[in-house]
């Protein structure tokens, strides 16, 4: 069973920094595509980072380029997503999410979803 679990979400302020993590098990984490999603309320799940099963390779969003950096650790499963100079508009639910073939740039590509941490930036 395939698990992706989140976390280091919370309330920052404005400016402020977050690291997230996410902790896979059940696949063959080197071989997976990883990536972080977010979803704010009313609007629709968006892509904001992701990472090759090849650490070499990360692609961003527009609005995440230069402050957010995705990284991954394959002797630990992980993969995290350091947010510096935070906005409130990144204020949403974000997503790790997993799949077989890459670069994971939309959501259709995920094989597989975390359960999401909420990440609120106060103005």
């Known amino acids: 069973q395939v698990q992706l679990v989140e976390s280091g979400g919370g309330l920052v302020q404005a400016g402020g920094s977050l690291g997230l993590s996410c902790a896979a098990s059940?696949?063959?984490?080197?071989?997976?595509?990883m990536g972080w999603f977010r979803q704010a309320p009313g609007k629709e799940r968006e892509f904001v980072a992701a990472?090759?099963?090849?650490?070499?390779?990360?692609y961003y969003t527009d609005s995440a380029k230069g402050r957010f950096t995705i990284s991954r650790d394959n002797a630990k499963n992980t993969v995290y997503l350091q947010m510096n100079s935070l906005k409130p508009e990144d204020t949403a639910v974000y997503y790790c999410?997993?799949?077989?073939?890459?670069?994971?740039?939309?959501?259709?590509?995920?094989?597989?979803w975390g359960q999401g941490t909420q990440v609120t930036v106060s103005s």
């Open positions: 999410a997993a799949a077989r073939t890459g670069p994971l740039t939309r959501a259709t590509r995920v094989d597989y």
């Open positions: 059940g696949l063959t984490f080197s071989s997976y595509a």
């Open positions: 990472i090759s099963w090849n650490p070499g390779n990360t």
